[in-house]
DNA sequence: GTTGTTTCATTGTC
DNA sequence: CGACAATGAAACAA
């Protein structure tokens, strides 16, 4: 009864994929299309190119419109897979920090409410969406990527498996341009032959009639919804997304598919995943659960890719359930933290019979001098006198410039040359937020062997940007004995002030304008401690973090925190996270430049 | 805790 | 160019 959807009778010719940035003919009659050179570029935000772009248009509209012309990116080189891996990140860095500092200005703005309307409790603020109101301010900033093309394929800089809290990141980055809607599509009216194209889909299973075996969905279209019930009312019809995903397998143009989950214990109640390129293989129309005609789509995973991000979820969450079962083979130990830490650490490998890890005694705090703990006599290692809970006026907020380090739900907030935690010379109880990483690691990390890295760590939780990893142990020494220990030739040691500034990009808001939002806004600013000269020997002592790998584009970075002695040249190296790391995948550290952290290297110069 | 309602931001269409 | 419908998720009220 329902009509098999016909292809249109003339077949695109030419149609080859270009190595950079390809203009997609959608029509046979327009042979001559040329890759523009200059569009890779175009796709990195550019600010000034940004800016001159904005002044052509300053009145007709708040901010530039989406592009419409479609391109494909890709055979990138290291270098440049490196780039727009920064580049997303340092967008999704300025969301997540941008999102927290809301929380906190809004946070203090209701104390300052609640304390102007003492006796009349009924005022109240406004309900907020911050993740909504981010994605505006970035908007406006002109932080939002790929907004001038239209990728189709893989977006640069976002990998299989990334994974995501919010919807509207996927706007910011442009991997699903609309906030709701889950076909995005080329309209028809921007189209060169005036017919929509589909060019990515979320799989919610928001809809009766999908289904989903992984590599291959049946995608439902949208439209024929009741606004409130949510139930099907009328046939869908094809227009719009629906008509996008027919043209696209028409004219064999790949989707992105994310897949959105329910998410317990994150950010967000949900979370989204980014699981590589699918085709549209075949469009009917049917009846659905509901009795109304719906449009399905089959979706087939292209060949080629990375495992997809959702397996992965699904395989770390087995693990965690039960290790045995989802992996018979491979632990050599079931913690080689032998209960130093709070939750197991796993030591796995399924490659060789290589388990050196276990020979090491686990260090799960860096062990200091004794004479770093003794009072300096200027008074630094008094500690706050606050009573349960710590407010601003704690003096262990104070000397981070007024704030504490981290929110509510112990995120790091913005990184710091140093910060203070309260510690034991403080009265505040061990309840207070100001205490996150003495309370040492909460994920279950797994040290693995790799054939690339030999050894790596990976953890079977899903982590959240900017949240505590774990310490970088071991047996702390001072310039004099390091150069004794390094005299014998053999350098195994570690020096923490090569791990670089990688914390002046956590929390940065430098590139937003935040005086229209916030007028009072004053942006914080640092103080600066000298360079840390201790070396540390992990040859005899180590804990995980020593098994974590050098990258240039490292998901882990160094914060130097002080809790329990007052001594800014001994300061503590904790790891947090620079980006959110789905469970599996290998954390990576910038030990500074590649290979010379195991070079010697005289540290009293 | 559950359920229904409203609201948020953006795009595309009319 | 302006109005408006469509869309997912979360805050909120019941």
Known sequence: MFPKLEPLDEKPENCQTPNIVPTICLSDDDDDEVANPDALALVLVNPDETQVANLEYPLKRKYQARSGE?????????????????????????????????????????????????????????????????????????????????????????????????????????????????????????????????????????????????????????????????????????????????????????????????????????????????????????????????????????????????????????????????????????????????????????????????????????????????????????????????????????????????????????????????????????ECCNRVTQKGVKNRFEVFRSLETGWGVRSLDLIQAGSFLCEYTGVVLTKDQAQVFTMNGEDTLVYPYRFGERWAEWGDLSQVDLSRVYPDYVPPSYFSIPPVEFAMDVSRMRNVACYMSHSPCPNVFVQLVLFDHGNVAFPRLMLFAMEDIPPLRELSLDYGAAGEWTEPLSICN
């Open 70 to 430: 479609l391109v494909r990116v890709s055979n990138l080189d290291v270098e440049d897979e490196i780039a727009f891996r920064e580049t997303v990140r340092k967008t999704r860095m300025i969301y997540d920090s941008l999102r927290i500092c809301l929380m906190l200005e809004d946070e203090k703005r209701r104390v300052n409410v609640a304390s102007a309307n003492v006796g009349s409790p009924s005022m109240r603020l406004p309900k907020v969406r911050n993740d909504l109101r981010v994605a505006t301010i970035m908007r406006d900033n002109d932080l939002w990527l790929n907004r001038d093309k239209r990728i189709v394929g893989p977006i640069p800089g976002v990998n299989i498996g990334d994974v995501f809290f919010f919807r509207m990141e996927l706007c910011v980055l442009g991997i699903h341009g609309v906030p709701q809607a889950g076909i995005d599509f080329l309209p028809a009216s921007m189209s060169p032959n005036k017919e929509p194209i589909a060019t990515s889909v979320i799989v919610s299973g928001g809809y009766e009639d999908d289904e989903d075996s992984g590599d291959v969905i049946v995608y439902t279209g949208h439209g024929g919804q009741d606004k409130n019930s949510k139930l099907h009312v009328v046939d869908q019809k094809l227009e719009g997304g629906n008509l996008g995903m027919e043209r696209s397998m028409h004219y064999g143009i790949e989707v992105r598919v994310i897949r959105g989950f329910k998410y317990r214990g994150g950010v967000s109640e949900k979370l989204y995943v980014y699981d590589g390129i699918y085709k549209v293989t075949d469009a009917w129309l049917e009846d659905g659960k509901s009795g109304f005609g719906v449009y399905k789509f089959k979706l087939v995973r292209m060949e080629g890719q990375p495992e997809m991000g959702s397996a992965m979820l699904k395989f770390a969450e087995n693990i965690r359930e039960n290790p045995m079962a989802a992996r018979p083979v491979g632990y050599v130990s079931l913690d080689i933290s032998m209960n130093k830490e709070h939750v197991p650490v796993f030591l796995f490998n399924d490659i060789d019979d290589n388990n050196e890890p276990v020979h090491y005694e686990y260090l799960a705090r860096t062990a200091f001098p004794p004479f770093v703990y003794q009072p300096s006599g200027n008074g630094d290692s008094v500690g706050c006198f606050c009573v349960d809970v710590c407010g601003l006026d704690c003096a262990c907020a104070k000397k981070n410039g007024g704030e504490f380090g981290y929110d509510k739900k112990g995120i790091l907030v913005r990184g710091k040359p140093l910060i203070y935690e309260c510690g034991p010379h403080c009265s505040c109880s061990s």
